[in-house]
């Protein structure tokens, strides 16, 4: 049977596809979308993945028979044949959880990432577990870009390994897109890290959005966040990260497994919208944010979806 077939057919035609998006949208729209006046970027997205390439088994538990990587890439391939701007970007924790790990240390996961066309991903603290020169061992596996901008890696390994940020340009659209990671004192075994030096994020954050928005005139800035999306102390999480800067368009998050039911806006420091979006874990669900662009005016609309990956059960 066709992997693609075994997604849950319900869900996919709640959430996918051209018909589903044009209907949302004004008359204007789809007409502007046909006369070309109207650009589309659709941003397809994961996080905390955590070495599931295979399904969950059929076992009576609550995630039996979701996610898989097979069936993600089958989709990922049909949403690339319906749409010509695609975006494809995770946001860390590849590593950690399946025996796959344990026995091939990453270089699966990164293949598979490769394989499906992942334009670029970041780091969780997880990617950290067999330490960073265990990552670094990998890196020749993906031939997609680490997006990192507050780890200094200046005195590791990886001094050379990962970039800030990296400009995509999709049919005349300049879209910035960046990576964030979490404090990994008191996370992850100092030993595994060595002398990474983690930058303050807001901070860091604010420095790289406005060079992407302001200096390099991006028509979208991404943040590839791995800060976890809200706690209940005090601590920077995506919805504080959000509030607390400015030219972010959308945080794509990871590191707290939440499952969103849809983006959440935040008022940035200038009150602009900033978006939120987080997929849960383990592959279970594919992320997906269809952004329009009005060529006569410079304004901006987007819509989301989601994907659960199923056998369709």
Same mark, same amino acid.
Not at 49 to 72: K, Y
Not at 131 to 137: D, L, N, S, V
């Given at each position: ?19 589903? &998006? ?97 334009? &670029? &991903? ?192």
């Amino acid at each position: 049977m066709d992997e693609l077939k075994k997604i849950n057919r319900r869900q996919f035609v709640k959430v996918g596809g051209v018909l589903a &998006a044009s209907a949302a949208m004004s008359a204007y729209a789809v007409d502007a979308l046909a006369a070309g006046d109207l650009q589309r970027l659709t941003i397809l997205h994961t996080n905390d993945v955590h070495s599931r390439i295979e399904p969950f088994p059929m076992d009576g538990s609550r995630n039996q028979g979701l996610g898989g990587a097979a069936r993600r890439a089958a989709l990922i391939n049909k949403i690339r044949q319906e749409q010509s701007n695609v975006l494809l970007l995770d946001a860390g924790d590849i590593f950690q959880g399946t025996p796959y790990f344990n026995m091939f240390g990453g270089e699966l996961e990164l293949k598979l990432m490769s394989d499906m066309g992942y334009d &670029a &991903a970041t780091m969780g603290n997880h990617d950290f577990d067999n330490g960073i020169e265990g990552f670094y061992k990998q890196l020749p596996n993906a031939n997609f870009p680490i997006l990192m901008s507050n780890y200094d890696f200046s005195n590791t390994v990886m001094h050379a390994s990962t970039k800030p940020y990296k400009i995509f340009n999709k049919q005349g659209l300049k879209i910035g897109v960046f990576g964030l990671g979490i404090e990994l004192a008191g996370l992850v075994d100092p030993r595994n890290y060595k002398e990474t030096q983690y930058l303050d994020p807001v901070k860091k954050g604010n420095e790289i959005a406005a060079l992407l928005k302001n200096e390099l005139k991006c028509d979208l800035v991404i943040c590839l966040s791995h800060l976890g999306y809200s706690y209940r102390e005090n601590k920077v999480s995506d919805k504080v990260l959000a509030a607390q800067t400015r030219n972010i368009d959308l945080i794509i998050g990871g590191h707290t497994h939440t499952f969103l039911d849809e983006p959440e806006d935040v008022k940035n420091l200038d009150g602009e919208v900033t978006t939120i979006n987080q997929v849960g874990w383990a592959g279970i669900n594919l992320g997906r944010i269809d952004y329009y662009f009005e060529k006569r005016n410079g304004k901006k609309s987007k819509q989301a979806s989601q994907y659960q990956i199923t056998n369709g059960l």
